[in-house]
């Protein structure tokens, strides 16, 4: 199984979830940390709409697998293509560390430096188009060298 | 010739130039009406490796792709 799975769509959650627990559960980690991320109702929206560039992701990805390694825990996630509607999953995080303060760190940060850095682009599904979410949009570190 | 990639939202095919490095594609943007108000906000990758400067020399058959704000999750 690949520690970065992109899906079409929905995420199956329980299959997902299940299935890190269930490869991992044996490797003597001592926290297994997941963050399952649903599409909220608000904003009169339908549901949101990913577009991923997988090359960049997939090295965005590895730079953490790294950093993760040199504190004997790894990382996993699965992010959805396409259209997921509300109460939908698009995206699951997880953290699997011999030690509970390190994946309770490390879920954050990779969380966090995930939502600035990793090449998605979210939409608003509105009357069934795609609108841009512009205004919850991060400029990627380096942003603005052809202005 | 330089392939020239416009990801996400920009919503716009890929080009190719005959360009020699990112000042030059820079020129060359600053004047298309669809790119011109994304060059502020976009990250620049050659190659599928993200630069943090202008200075780069580009070669035939390297790939630059504009990436705009990004909001995964």
Redesign the interface.
């Known amino acids: 199984m690949k520690n970065l799975q992109i899906f079409e769509k929905a995420l199956p959650v329980e299959l997902i979830t299940n299935a890190w627990y269930d490869e991992f559960k044996d490797s003597n980690y001592g926290a297994i940390i997941t963050f399952v991320?649903v599409v909220r109702n608000e904003n009169s929206i339908d549901g949101l709409s990913?577009?991923l560039?997988e090359?960049?992701l997939n090295?965005w990805f590895d730079s953490w697998q790294k950093k993760a390694k040199d504190k004997n825990a790894i990382v996993l996630m699965a992010?959805s293509r396409g259209d997921v509607f509300n109460h939908e999953s698009?995206?699951i995080a997880a953290v699997c560390s011999p030690k509970r303060r390190v994946a309770l760190e490390m879920i954050d940060e990779f969380?966090e430096d995930?939502?600035?850095?990793?090449?998605?682009?979210?939409?608003d599904i509105i009357d069934g188009k795609r609108v841009?979410?512009?205004d919850?949009?991060?400029?990627?570190?380096?942003?603005?060298?052809?202005? | 010739m330089v392939k020239v990639e416009f990801l996400g939202p920009i919503n716009k095919e890929s080009i190719s130039l005959d360009i020699q490095n990112l000042s030059e594609l820079s020129d060359v943007l600053k004047n298309d009406s669809d790119v011109s108000s994304w060059l502020e906000t976009c990250a620049v990758a050659i190659n599928d490796t993200l630069v943090s400067t202008k200075d780069v020399n580009l070669v035939d058959g390297d790939k630059v792709s504009l990436l705009p704000p990004v909001c995964g999750g």
């Open positions: 991320g990913f577009d560039y090359p960049i090295s992010h698009s995206y969380v995930f939502k600035a850095q990793a090449p998605i682009w979210k939409y841009y979410a512009e919850r949009s991060t400029k990627i570190s380096g942003a603005g060298i052809l202005k």
